[in-house]
């Protein structure tokens, strides 16, 4: 091969205040959580997951989904969608007018029971239930656990077909395929995504990863050369699993487009703009995982900086 | 592209020892050396860079280098090479016995200058004048900075390939290519490997990557997918750069013995063994840059875990 088969463009959508939010255990306050999300407005994202409609029980940082969805700017050409667990997150979700939701269920069904108290397959039929509603609201479905379960490790591709094939025949054009735990490796995610990509070519795949074993980059790259355009991120590398010691959260979104613009890799974000993002982030949240918080810019080490000892080699 | 082209096996040459301690502020007790480095020699490394005969005021660190070679355990089918900046240091460490050697020089002249008071040309004169001494062991050579130098960033691929020429023409037959402060992407990578590869078939070329920003591990898989079957890594993701902030270490051998081990390509460590070594490396230096040591084992994630929060995807 003479090349690695990379895409000119990628659509990265921005997922942090959902996916990030949703699992800090502080509240966050609905102000910062608006602060953040018009910050991001302001990057370049065509597509923003700001909240989830779900029980605030389940997840209480989202209790605030109705205020957030009324108080937060609303620039042309970005277009804020949420994550839906059931019928009433969607009725909720087209009260408000969004223009598109993700409806989300695992490829196992251990870890769709533990998360949603129902089967892969029954959630398949809640998406059903709520397209056979007729609103205007566009589904998206996202499936969870594809690339490995807490519970039952890594699904067979012929589950992940399945299900695939039952979702995709129920019209879904935007599919999300997630690394929840952050345990897949690029052989894997090209194996899967390739196939996928193959079968389903009318299907927008997205591609969401974790970083949990340092391989989230790597990833993406197997991805794309898969034929996926389509990924998920979070501002700050928000995300993770606070009860799986260890566990990372999203790639970081700041991260992939510092890499993906040195790779030639349009991604249409201000990096500049999103980098102050995630820095507000930290600062409201405590925390980060971010290799471009850490360490600055790409440039910031290229351009000029200071005499490494260990340039010795 | 039906696969990614990927190696079934590949070779990992352990140079936290050398790249690891010597950066370290605090001097690392010359037993602990010899503990973390008799840990390692029990892995399966066939090869592991544990000191550099370099001068004791440039990189403290390594003033134990005659001590340690003296007491280090030396298992059959383990080889013990060193860096040396010089023909001094070359002396040394055959005086010593060592089989191989690696002298390091930078792909820049500015990065060369700051590390070893002479350009990279007259880098390449020294080691034309360790080879006239015509001793017995081999001398390798290692390149900085290939893909980014922090003085004059990306140096072009026609200099990289003036200084590759030079060095192969001398009868180098192992190279190091390092993205010594870790600013490399991995189109880059891929790009720069392919075209060595295919001009030097008989060459092998070592890939040194650092995980400042996040796409140690990208690069790698670039690397491989151009050729590249030869890697260097650290335990505990050791190295980095201390007066870079941020700037991160080599990529944590675990890391990458984990994940290649999952896409299927043999590596021939003892992951038990090596994330062993890499929890007393952290005991001893106090610090470590390894998703393995935060999050434990693919497995533990894989196979059984608690529920995420975050599952909801």
Redesign the interface.
């Known amino acids: ?6 895409p000119k463009k990628v659509f990265i959508k921005e997922v942090g205040p959902r ?1 990030g939010f ?2 800090e255990k502080k509240f966050v306050p609905t102000e910062n959580k608006i602060e953040v999300i018009d910050m991001l407005s302001a990057c370049g994202f065509a597509d923003i997951q700001y909240t ?1 409609f ?1 029980h605030p029980k ?2 209480p940082n989202m209790a605030d989904a109705a205020e957030v969805s009324a108080k937060i700017k609303r620039p042309a050409g970005v277009e804020f969608t949420a ?1 839906i ?1 059931n019928q009433k997150g969607y009725e909720r979700a087209c009260g408000l007018g969004l223009k598109r939701v ?1 409806l ?1 269920m ?1 490829a196992t069904d251990s ?1 769709n029971l ?3 108290n129902c089967t892969s397959l029954e959630s398949i039929a809640r998406l059903e239930e709520c397209l056979k509603l007729g609103l205007e609201t566009q589904l998206c479905a ?1 499936l ?2 594809v690339f ?4 039952e ?2 699904p067979p591709y012929e589950r992940i077909r399945m299900l695939v094939d039952r979702i995709v025949g129920l019209g879904i054009k935007d599919l ?1 395929l ?1 690394d ?4 897949g ?4 995610v ?2 899967i995504c ?1 196939r996928l990509v193959d079968a389903y070519p009318s299907v927008t795949f997205y591609v ?1 990863v974790h ?8 990833n ?3 991805a794309m ?1 898969a034929g996926i355009t389509h990924f998920d991120s979070s501002v700050a590398g928000l ?10 959260g999203n ?2 979104t700041e ?1 992939i487009v ?2 993906f613009e ?3 890799i349009e991604t249409g974000i201000d990096i500049d703009r999103l980098i102050a993002a995630a820095k507000r982030v930290e600062e409201i949240v405590g925390h980060s995982d971010s ?2 918080l ?3 810019k ?1 440039g910031h ?13």
């Open positions: 091969m003479k090349n690695l088969n990379l996916d949703q699992i989830a779900v389940a997840i994550l667990p993700e989300t695992s870890h533990s998360n949603l996202g969870a656990v490995g379960c807490p519970f490790g890594r999300g997630a929840t735990s952050g345990v490796d690029p052989k894997q090209y194996d390739a969401h970083n949990t074993h340092g391989a989230a980059v790597a993406i790259l197997a050369q995300g993770g699993c606070p009860y799986a010691p260890g566990a990372s790639v970081a991260d510092q890499i040195y790779m030639g290799a471009t850490k360490a600055g790409m080490l290229v351009e000029g900086g200071p005499i490494c000892q260990n340039n010795r080699q």
